[in-house]
């Protein structure tokens, strides 16, 4: 793409209503976006274009992350009280 062409914010990586997308949607097309801005090559516009639909995506994936996070805290509640737990290693890698 020529410098100075103007490219519709569909393809600066604006996605039609982030709140549809499952965290890992959200997550490969944040990934997509950070791909792009790191390789320095986007007009100044495009380049915040992209970095205003990465904040977007950077949000939703926090607030998935939080409600899945409370949605744990309710599951390891014993006996009426909470009981917190670290995440062992090994539950990390599924």
């Known amino acids: 793409m ?3 062409e103007k490219t519709p914010r569909a393809k600066a990586g604006a996605a039609p209503d982030v709140e549809d997308l499952g965290f890992e949607a959200a997550l490969d097309r944040l990934e ?3 791909d792009r801005l790191e390789d320095g090559d986007l007009p100044l516009e ?3 274009a992209v970095f205003e ?3 977007a995506l950077t ?3 926090a607030e ?3 409600r899945a996070e409370r949605r744990i805290e309710v599951l390891v509640r014993e006996g009426g009280r909470l009981v ?3 995440l062992a ?3 990390e890698d599924s």
């Open 59 to 61: 949000r939703r994936c």
């Open 53 to 55: 639909d990465g904040v």
């Open 32 to 34: 997509g976006l950070v």
């Open 2 to 4: 020529a410098r100075g």
């Open 64 to 66: 998935q992350l939080e």
């Open 84 to 86: 917190e737990r670290p």
């Open 46 to 48: 495009e380049a915040l």
């Open 89 to 91: 290693a090994d539950d």
